[in-house]
């Protein structure tokens, strides 16, 4: 009797296949990822330097879905690797395969095409990536001349006027009241010498969810609209505070949150406030900006409850924060 045939052994797959098998089996939502990788300057201990940031951003929650930073110029296989983690290994909620992803059309990103069509992914090559330019608005990179970034860092901040503009920030996000406001809102506060101011509630037209302010109408508008490009974004003065997740947010931001234990209306919803003056820099809101954001978080909800858009009855509203004097501000409608 002849000993039967030893059975050759199966070879092992490649690591790269069992990712592939790990993907596919993963449920498609009808969601859009916007992919970039940028160059980012920076100055460290006086010396210039040059840092890589490869961003993710879903179109369907208007959040960062990834940030990765590196020293070197990424590859095509070190951003496959990211956007692999983000869709196997999410920071918040369950794991999924987008239907799309959208890449800039002069980013030299195109070789991520057939790597992410092999698991039923579609990739789309665009001209223009509006939530990947809101976020790296957000990540300016300190340049080291005493340009503070924290919060509590702004003279006159403190800790309990912090903590308001979260409580306040946390009811705006559920509210989610971009999903009704339809036109910009005048905000004036008659004790100031500034202002009038012009609010736009983002998140509605596929931007970043949140609320902008400017005393420039023109900018309003086009923040309104989606339409606030690069070059006009570096020539506007404004005030925002946008939604996002927890790896958009810089770390001493992110340290005062957890030391103090402010609240959040989501996993997603960490609230990432600054303000915007000619030129590539942002700032943390001083004192009174920082107030007259809180004001306006809790004063638009109640002008949304109360007046129809349309309506030329403006709302006279006093608002009580828990420090300093009331906050008076006047809203209406703007015309036109």
């Given at each position: 009797?002849?000993?039967?045939?030893?059975?050759a052994k199966q070879p092992k797959k490649r690591r790269s296949s069992r990712i592939s098998d790990q993907l596919k089996r993963l449920p498609r939502r009808d969601d859009t990822w916007q992919?970039?990788?940028?160059?980012?300057?920076?100055?460290?201990?006086?010396?210039?330097?040059?840092?890589?940031?490869?961003?993710?951003?879903?179109?369907?929650?208007?959040?960062?879905?990834?940030?990765?930073?590196?020293?070197?110029?990424?590859?095509?296989?070190?951003?496959?690797?990211?956007?692999?983690?983000?869709?196997?290994?999410?920071?918040?909620?369950l794991a999924y395969r987008p239907g799309q992803f959208q890449l800039r059309a002069d980013r030299p990103l195109r070789g991520l095409g057939p790597l992410l069509?092999?698991?039923?992914?579609?990739?789309?090559?665009?001209d223009d990536l509006d939530l990947i330019d809101a976020l790296f608005e957000q990540l300016n990179e300190d340049d080291g001349e005493g340009y503070a970034r924290c919060l509590l860092d702004m003279p006159g901040v403190t800790p309990p006027m912090v903590r308001s503009l979260f409580q306040s920030a946390a009811v705006f996000c559920r509210?989610?009241?971009?999903?009704?406001?339809?036109a910009p809102i005048q905000v004036e506060w008659p004790a100031s010498t500034n202002g009038p101011w012009y609010?736009?509630?983002?998140?509605?037209?596929?931007?970043?969810?949140?609320?902008?302010?400017?005393?420039?109408l023109e900018t309003v508008h086009l923040i309104d609209q989606g339409k606030l490009t690069d070059r006009k974004a570096r020539?506007?003065?404004?005030?925002a505070i946008v939604f996002g997740g927890k790896k958009a947010?810089?770390?001493?931001?992110?340290?005062?949150?957890?030391?103090?234990?402010?609240?959040?209306?989501?996993?997603?919803?960490?609230?990432?406030?600054?303000?915007?003056?000619p030129g590539p820099r942002m700032r943390p809101p001083l004192d009174w900006e920082l107030r007259l954001l809180d004001g306006c978080l809790r004063a638009i909800l109640k002008f949304l409850k109360t007046r129809t858009r349309g309506s030329a009855k403006p709302l006279e509203v006093e608002v009580t924060l828990p420090t300093g004097p009331p906050l008076p501000l006047i809203l209406r409608w703007i015309r036109g």
């Amino acid at each position: 009797m002849m000993a039967p045939k030893p059975q050759a052994k199966q070879p092992k797959k490649r690591r790269s296949s069992r990712i592939s098998d790990q993907l596919k089996r993963l449920p498609r939502r009808d969601d859009t990822w916007q992919i970039d990788v940028r160059p980012v300057e920076a100055t460290l201990s006086d010396k210039s330097i040059r840092r890589w940031v490869i961003a993710v951003v879903s179109e369907a929650d208007a959040a960062v879905v990834a940030i990765a930073r590196t020293d070197e110029r990424p590859t095509v296989r070190s951003i496959h690797s990211v956007l692999v983690e983000a869709m196997l290994h999410p920071e918040d909620g369950l794991a999924y395969r987008p239907g799309q992803f959208q890449l800039r059309a002069d980013r030299p990103l195109r070789g991520l095409g057939p790597l992410l069509r092999t698991v039923g992914v579609d990739v789309t090559v665009v001209d223009d990536l509006d939530l990947i330019d809101a976020l790296f608005e957000q990540l300016n990179e300190d340049d080291g001349e005493g340009y503070a970034r924290c919060l509590l860092d702004m003279p006159g901040v403190t800790p309990p006027m912090v903590r308001s503009l979260f409580q306040s920030a946390a009811v705006f996000c559920r509210r989610m009241p971009w999903k009704n406001a339809t036109a910009p809102i005048q905000v004036e506060w008659p004790a100031s010498t500034n202002g009038p101011w012009y609010a736009a509630i983002t998140g509605a037209r596929g931007t970043t969810r949140g609320l902008a302010l400017s005393e420039s109408l023109e900018t309003v508008h086009l923040i309104d609209q989606g339409k606030l490009t690069d070059r006009k974004a570096r020539a506007a003065t404004a005030m925002a505070i946008v939604f996002g997740g927890k790896k958009a947010m810089i770390d001493s931001d992110l340290e005062v949150v957890e030391q103090y234990q402010l609240p959040l209306a989501g996993p997603r919803a960490y609230p990432l406030v600054f303000c915007q003056e000619p030129g590539p820099r942002m700032r943390p809101p001083l004192d009174w900006e920082l107030r007259l954001l809180d004001g306006c978080l809790r004063a638009i909800l109640k002008f949304l409850k109360t007046r129809t858009r349309g309506s030329a009855k403006p709302l006279e509203v006093e608002v009580t924060l828990p420090t300093g004097p009331p906050l008076p501000l006047i809203l209406r409608w703007i015309r036109g």
